[in-house]
């Protein structure tokens, strides 16, 4: 993972001191952008110990079309804690967007079956895009998505080298990123989402691309930024899926297991609300 600790450096050494809707502070750059083929092993920070289990289950509960937070809070996951009303309600959020986007007409647009239809049937296609930036809808939601859009990309076989099924790529833009609390999640679930539709749509690994707008470290994450710099990032975990899985709706957290790893011990901090 020496794709993140160069993104963290690169913020400490060139980022300006920039203010922010929390109050914090942070240290920023505007762009940036990270590359990760998903087969040299799953891109899970190896320098602090990250939790899976709550990586695994917000994603799950994202395809769902879940905006609530009573599934993550029933899996012991707290990370969505803070933004929630007294009812556990999110407002109209990433599962929303993703599952039920809303029509003009009273409808609502299915994105996900949408890119699993195109990824398998015209994989040439240009336009494969899941958006939950909803411009109308944003201010009902607790938080503006920050993984705002994400796009597929298809890289045809190579027959000359034998190869029989194409490569899945998947780049997303975030357009606000919390370096060191929020980005190690993102870039371990948008691997995961691309391995899971890898499976799905029966081709192989390609890249996850990861590009930022507003790419930060909040300044009482200064210390915690250090310390991992100062330690040697491990080899890469494997993510071992359950292979008969052939629906993207029907994965269990049951069906993940991952393999070799190996991390440095977990660091604290606290999250800017
Ligand atoms: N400032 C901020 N940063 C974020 O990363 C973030 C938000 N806000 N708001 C919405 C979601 C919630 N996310 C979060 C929230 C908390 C942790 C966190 O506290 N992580 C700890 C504990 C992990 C756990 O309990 O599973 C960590 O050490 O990674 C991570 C991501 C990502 N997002
Ligand atoms: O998946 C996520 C969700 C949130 N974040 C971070 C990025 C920012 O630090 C805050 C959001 O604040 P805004 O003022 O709305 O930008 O949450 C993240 O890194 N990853």
Same mark, same amino acid.
């Given at each position: 993972?020496?794709?993140?600790?160069?993104?963290?450096?690169?913020?400490?050494?060139?980022?300006?001191?920039?203010?922010?809707?929390?109050?914090?502070?942070?240290?920023?750059?505007?762009?940036?952008?990270?590359?990760?083929?998903?087969?040299?092993?799953?891109?899970?920070?190896?320098?602090?110990?990250?939790?899976?289990?709550?990586?695994?289950?917000?994603?799950?509960?994202?395809?769902?079309?879940?905006?609530?937070?009573?599934?993550?809070?029933?899996?012991?996951?707290?990370?969505?804690?803070?933004? +929630?009303?007294?009812?556990? #309600?999110?407002?109209?959020?990433?599962?929303? =967007?993703?599952?039920?986007? &809303?029509? @003009?007409?009273?409808?609502?647009?299915?994105?996900?079956?949408?890119?699993?239809?195109?990824?398998?049937?015209?994989?040439?296609?240009?336009?494969?895009?899941?958006?939950?930036?909803?411009?109308?809808?944003?201010?009902?939601?607790?938080?503006?998505?920050?993984?705002?859009?994400?796009?597929?990309?298809?890289?045809?076989?190579?027959?000359?080298?034998?190869?029989?099924?194409?490569?899945?790529?998947?780049?997303?833009?975030?357009?606000?990123?919390?370096?060191?609390?929020?980005?190690?999640?993102?870039?371990?679930?948008?691997?995961?989402?691309?391995?899971?539709?890898?499976?799905?749509?029966?081709?192989?690994?390609?890249?996850?691309?990861?590009?930022?707008?507003? +790419?930060?470290?909040?300044? #009482?994450?200064?210390?915690?930024?250090?310390? =991992?710099?100062?330690?040697? &990032?491990? @080899?890469?975990?494997?993510?071992?899926?359950?292979?008969?899985?052939?629906?993207?709706?029907?994965?269990?957290?049951?069906?993940?297991?991952?393999?070799?790893?190996?991390?440095?011990?977990?660091?604290?901090?606290?999250?800017?609300?």
């Amino acid at each position: 993972m020496k794709q993140y600790l160069d993104l963290m450096k690169h913020v400490m050494e060139t980022g300006a001191q920039k203010h922010d809707r929390t109050g914090t502070g942070t240290v920023s750059v505007f762009g940036y952008q990270m590359r990760f083929n998903l087969k040299d092993g799953f891109p899970m920070v190896t320098t602090k110990k990250l939790h899976l289990k709550s990586i695994i289950h917000e994603l799950i509960w994202f395809l769902s079309g879940d905006t609530n937070i009573s599934y993550l809070k029933e899996n012991g996951v707290r990370i969505w804690d803070e933004w +929630a009303d007294a009812e556990g #309600n999110l407002g109209p959020v990433y599962g929303y =967007q993703w599952r039920s986007w &809303p029509k @003009p007409d009273g409808g609502h647009i299915d994105q996900i079956t949408q890119v699993v239809n195109q990824i398998r049937n015209n994989p040439d296609s240009r336009r494969m895009i899941v958006s939950a930036w909803n411009v109308a809808d944003v201010n009902q939601m607790a938080l503006p998505p920050c993984h705002s859009l994400f796009q597929f990309y298809v890289e045809p076989p190579n027959k000359e080298k034998g190869e029989s099924r194409g490569k899945l790529s998947c780049q997303l833009y975030q357009r606000s990123a919390d370096i060191f609390l929020g980005v190690p999640f993102n870039i371990a679930s948008y691997a995961l989402l691309t391995m899971m539709m890898t499976q799905v749509c029966e081709l192989d690994y390609g890249d996850f691309i990861h590009t930022f707008g507003d +790419a930060h470290l909040y300044n #009482n994450h200064m210390d915690q930024a250090r310390l =991992q710099l100062s330690r040697e &990032p491990r @080899p890469l975990p494997t993510m071992k899926i359950n292979p008969e899985v052939k629906d993207i709706f029907k994965f269990k957290f049951e069906d993940f297991t991952l393999e070799n790893y190996d991390p440095w011990p977990h660091i604290k901090a606290a999250v800017a609300v």
